[in-house]
């Protein structure tokens, strides 16, 4: 028995075509004005009095090209940490929300801490973290503490962002519709189980655009371990400004993260949409 495609009607074709036309109007007007847009603005920048003094202080070229391979040298650091520091975070946060969601009188200490934990770094600038962590643990002087910079960087960033992740997915379990829970216990499946073979995907899979925001800004916040004396792009553009009075390194560093943070964002956007669609039902 063979299966025959049902042929479109008149008026589904003509339907198309009409979403077709109207995609490509949207389109060219978008790209339109998108272009006057842009247009209008660089025009009023470079015409603007000031504008070959900052071009020669923040966009030389020769500038840029001098500065680009120490700059790019150092930025393999920063990606380095970033790849480090996702993996601390992510389990951390994980452990912190699920500590926090189990109804356990036993492990109320435990809990506490994981509230004191979440509260006190989330209010506490990154860069406080950063400067207590890199100094503050090495001046203690107890035997089997880490004395790397790159370690110390990572405990640092982790401890921050661990807070802010561990309240992302805590509120993606919380959001799980209670019947899930009742649904996994019905058929047998312990508490534990329960939430990680039922509650945990999909927890995961509604906050899994915002974790990716927090992704961004972490790999923006590792220049800020230029403070504690780690050489990581932000800081060798500092050495060469400083060295040559100009501002463009500081430029193709942040070109550098804006290229390594686009991926990101757009993957975000794209997590943002499908998930939209699917709660829609389109």
């Avoid at 028995?1 to 479109?8: D, G, K, Q, V, Y």
């Avoid at 680009?68 to 930025?75: C, L, Q, T």
């Avoid at 995907?201 to 590792?222: E, G, M």
């Amino acid at each position: 028995m063979t299966s025959r495609a049902t042929p479109l009607s008149e008026r589904q074709l003509e339907r198309q075509r009409y979403r077709r036309r109207r995609t490509r109007t949207r389109a060219a007007i978008a790209a339109v004005s998108t272009v006057v847009v842009l247009g209008l603005v660089i025009a009023v920048v470079i015409s603007s009095p000031g504008w070959d003094r900052v071009h020669a202080t923040f966009f030389d070229w020769h500038d840029a090209k001098g500065s680009f391979p120490d700059v790019a040298k150092s930025f393999w650091l920063n990606i380095r940490l970033f790849l480090v520091v996702e993996v601390f975070v992510l389990v951390l946060g994980l452990v912190v929300a699920i500590i926090r969601v189990i109804p356990s009188p036993a492990l109320a200490p435990v809990k506490l801490v994981a509230v004191l934990y979440t509260d006190i770094f989330r209010g506490t600038p990154t860069l406080l973290i950063v400067l207590l962590v890199g100094f503050g643990v090495p001046a203690l002087e107890l035997s089997g503490l880490p004395t790397s910079l790159f370690w110390l960087g990572v405990i640092a960033l982790t401890l921050s962002y661990g807070a802010y992740v561990a309240e992302v997915i805590r509120a993606g379990i919380l959001s799980v519709h209670p019947s899930q829970w009742a649904s996994g216990r019905a058929i047998g499946l312990s508490y534990g189980k329960t939430l990680r073979h039922v509650i945990l995907p999909q927890a995961l899979r509604r906050v899994a655009p915002p974790l990716l925001n927090d992704f961004v800004s972490l790999q923006k916040d590792t220049a800020l371990l230029s403070t504690i004396g780690l050489v990581e792009s932000l800081r060798a553009a500092q050495v060469i400004s400083g060295r040559d009075f100009v501002f463009t390194p500081y430029v193709v560093a942040a070109c550098f993260f804006i290229v390594a943070t686009i991926p990101l964002a757009r993957l975000t956007d794209y997590l943002t949409v499908r998930s939209m669609r699917r709660e829609s039902g389109f």
